[in-house]
């Protein structure tokens, strides 16, 4: 059995019974019962997901998957497709969003190559720069770890073509999961997902369109900031390569292939294998979010560990997170992917861990607690 | 001219030339124009209220109110009135949810008992007391702050008359307005809002009502938990204690001295005082809210200073928000009060801060900012 499906079968449904757990001790804390809404939710589901009465999470991470897309060349972006690259070097000089963001949230960036159109050079060029840079103090916050994993060097334009082979979507899912497997073993407690790559809301809508089964219009916005025109564009470009490709809607792998991109399938790997290891999964936005529906339509049990950071001012959002029955946790007007939402997401994830863990209970603190209905 | 005057005729409309200022930083960063949106907000909001650029967040803080009502006499809420009292008792032990969310928030948190029923013997002993906790180890966190700043103990029943004097209910704004001064004066750079008192949503139900034009039954809501038959009893109490006492809604202080609470007044002296000394103040939920509205009515210039912390589970909180023109940051059915949304809302107030100032910009990452739209 290759390495996908071995990995799938060691995905379990959540016992619900941990929950009954949970709540009997939410429940004692002083407050009055429920009162603490979504943050005693998402207590719950740690509790459920890790198996264990008193979970931690004191090494998070957040993997910003990079990757480039041929249809850039369709003029579907606001921005040129050599950002990609500049970004990824912005990641790794800690300037971007997604460090100023998980800085704040206590949790580490690995910065993931799974599809860039740029050749680096050696890596231990790069990784010797890094270091100048952080030694030299023109990056005070620490290193961001880059990780070589290039499946492709960005997709084929996807108007023309499939985006990538299946050889190679089912290799950015692998990627994905080995990551998964590396740092659970290393002791991470929470993952949080993130991507960059220009062009990328596009084979975003793709999938959303062909595995929620909506009209392409519908679920098509406008990424980093597009006028009208490039947005009816955008459209026109999509239904071009769903009716060229016919990806198929039962096959995930097919439509990951034909209309996806790198960096949705090292998120898709991410969540199989998060799932597969019981490590609680942040879910970033409106990419990240097609990247988790890929994970879900392999194996939907996966959503048991997946939580959706926020609702993106993407309008394919909404869609995709109803069919996972995923609610988000912020809703910020936030449409800048990296995995910042999931970084913020993480605060209140980890509030609601805290609440749990550090409250006094109603004898402890000799509350009273007979209640008057 | 009396403290609250005077405090008044210094609070001034932000000038919204700093809102440009801050956002030609915010849109040269390494991410599309506006694309972290409420973050961005936030940003501009701080500079606009600091009338700096390059505000600090560094020492946070959460006043607590406590008071005790006369209307828990008549069966309005789920706990008995000592609940009051001993949820005190269990901030100082830092055992209550507010202690925990303010610490992952890293503010501080300050309990006044501005209203409290109780007689905590000699202050010192309960210092003494205090200090004993944190030094044995029993309050691992740090002390909490505990003011004696008693105007009333607890509100008459305001089903059979006013709740208070004119007097004490200007008293209790002007301690809010007081502690303002002292805390801008130590270096505080955010205040937060919180309260304790059991039925304390019932005057905040009957501010929101009157001040608001809305009916009482659409206004009031199950508080801590009650069920059918005692919302309907808190209506009747609520519509009771308004036809009474008849408070003049166009005469905040009239309005939060019939039918208010100690601990909103010193809500609305804090919001007051934060805005006459440019001190962001994050308000939390339901009872903090009718507290910001009385401060508002006093001085609608308020507004520019307050951030809405959480949308709350209490049917009335909208219509007190959409009065004040505020959109609440977070959603997540909280209905706990003592300050917990702000806590967390700060942290994304923060979050918005942190990008403005730490995200390097578009020519200092070397980042293509060319758009086509």
Redesign the interface.
């Known amino acids: 059995m290759d390495l996908l499906n071995t990995i799938i079968s060691n995905i379990k449904t959540i016992n619900k019974e941990w929950y009954s757990i949970a709540q009997q001790r939410l429940d004692n804390?002083?407050?009055?019962?429920?009162?603490?809404?979504?943050?005693e939710e998402f207590a719950r589901r740690l509790v459920a997901i890790t198996e264990n009465t008193m979970p931690v999470l004191d090494k998070k991470v957040i993997f910003t998957f990079a990757g480039d897309h041929g249809v850039a060349e369709e003029?579907v972006?606001?921005?040129?497709k050599?950002?990609t690259r500049?970004?990824v070097?912005?990641f790794l000089?800690c300037?971007?969003?997604i460090?100023?963001?998980a800085?704040?949230a206590g949790a580490e960036v690995v910065v993931v190559d799974i599809g860039v159109d740029y050749d680096w050079g050696l890596s231990q060029d790069l990784r010797a720069k890094r270091s100048e840079a952080v030694e030299s103090g023109l990056s005070p916050y620490g290193p961001t770890a880059f990780i070589l994993k290039k499946v492709i060097s960005g997709t084929r334009n996807m108007r023309k073509g499939p985006a990538m082979t299946r050889q190679d979507a089912e290799q950015c899912i692998n990627v994905g999961i080995e990551l998964a497997i590396e740092y659970a073993q290393k002791g991470y407690k929470i993952f949080g997902t993130g991507e960059m790559g220009i062009a990328n809301t596009t084979p975003s809508s793709a999938i959303a369109a062909v595995l929620t089964d909506k009209p392409v219009s519908e679920i098509t916005g406008r990424?980093?900031?597009?006028?009208d025109e490039?947005l009816r564009n955008k459209i026109r470009v999509i239904e071009d390569a769903i009716s060229l490709n016919k990806p198929n809607p039962l096959d995930p792998l097919d439509v990951l292939a034909k209309v996806g991109g790198a960096e949705i399938g090292g998120i898709a790997g991410i969540t199989i294998g998060a799932a597969a290891n019981r490590i609680p999964v942040v879910i970033d936005g409106f990419i990240s979010t097609a990247g988790a529906l890929i994970a879900y339509c392999i194996e939907p049990k996966t959503e048991d560990y997946m939580f959706a950071a926020h609702n993106s001012?993407e309008i394919g959002h909404k869609a995709m997170l109803e069919k996972m029955g995923l609610k988000p946790?912020?809703?910020?007007?936030?449409?800048?992917g990296e995995g910042?939402g999931a970084a913020?997401a993480m605060?209140?994830i980890?509030?609601g861990l805290?609440?749990y863990k550090?409250?006094?209970t109603f004898g402890?603190?000799?509350?009273?607690?007979?209640?008057?209905?």
């Open positions: 804390l002083t407050k009055p019962q429920g009162s603490l809404g979504r943050l003029g972006s606001a921005f040129p050599e950002v500049q970004m070097f912005n000089n300037g971007a969003g460090n100023v963001l800085r704040h990424g980093t900031g597009i006028g490039v001012v946790i912020l809703d910020l007007n936030l449409r800048l910042t913020l605060l209140m980890e509030a805290k609440i550090e409250m006094a402890e603190a000799r509350v009273s607690n007979e209640i008057q209905n």
